[in-house]
Every structure is written in structure tokens, then in C-alpha cells.
């Protein structure tokens, strides 16, 4: 059974750090395209950022390129999102996804697997 699944999440204050993570499993990806998208209440799923199977060409949305940073360790089979200087607009459901395609995109639609999220409220 291939399965996603994210940890790290929870109750953080603005202007702090935390690291989310992403254990894969029932198939290799390694080979993946792999990406972060986030999901605030009444809103729509957004692009957090993306990574190619390799690990040496990442993507991010403007707003969250110089405060997150993606990063995979193929070995541990894990993706991971570092996060600092949060914001209270950051308070989301964050999702991990994976694209067999190794082009990573900024559409969730275009990702074949997801976890099921982890929650991250940013408290003002």
C-alpha cells in the first residue's frame, strides 16, 4: 500500500521555526518529483514548493522563498520542509505530494500521491 505521511506539525507562535516531515512508503520514490502544498481554512490548495528526485533543483512560491526549504534524504525515503519566521497567514494543512513525472509543477493536480496533511496553526 503506498502511503504518505506527514509529521511535525502543530502550534507554533509567528516569528518561529518548524520542520515538517514526510515518510513514504509501499513504493520507491525516489525517482519522484516531490512537492509541499498547504491548504488554510476556506481557501484553495496552494503550491509550497517542489524538488526533483535528485534533490539539486528546488522550487518555491514567492512568498515563502526565503523563509522554507525543501529538502529530501532518498536513503530515509523522507521529504522534509524547513520553515522559520512563521507567519499567522502560514496556518494551514500542510500536504506532501509526489509526481512520477520527475518535473516537479506548481499544479496539485498533476501529482499522482498525498498524504493526509498535518495541521500548522501560527498563532499571532
Known amino acids: 500500500q503506498v502511503q504518505l505521511v506527514e509529521s511535525g506539525g502543530g502550534l507554533v507562535q509567528a516569528g518561529g521555526s518548524l520542520t515538517l516531515s514526510c515518510a513514504t512508503s509501499?513504493?520507491?520514490?525516489?525517482?519522484?518529483?516531490m512537492a509541499w502544498f498547504r491548504q488554510a481554512p476556506g481557501k484553495e490548495r496552494e503550491f509550497v514548493a517542489a524538488?526533483?528526485?535528485?534533490?539539486?533543483?528546488?522550487y518555491y512560491a514567492d512568498s515563502m522563498k526565503c523563509r522554507f526549504t525543501i529538502s529530501r534524504d532518498n536513503a530515509k525515503n523522507t521529504l522534509y520542509l524547513q520553515m522559520n519566521s512563521l507567519k499567522h497567514e502560514d496556518t494551514a494543512v500542510y500536504y506532501c505530494?509526489?509526481?512520477?513525472?520527475?518535473?516537479?509543477?506548481?499544479?496539485?493536480?498533476?501529482?499522482?500521491?498525498w498524504g493526509q496533511g498535518t495541521q500548522v496553526p501560527v498563532s499571532s
Open positions: 524538488i526533483r528526485w535528485s534533490g539539486g533543483t528546488t
Open positions: 509501499g513504493r520507491s520514490f525516489s525517482r519522484d518529483a
Open positions: 505530494a509526489a509526481r512520477i513525472l520527475n518535473v516537479p509543477t506548481m499544479r496539485a493536480l498533476d501529482y499522482d500521491y
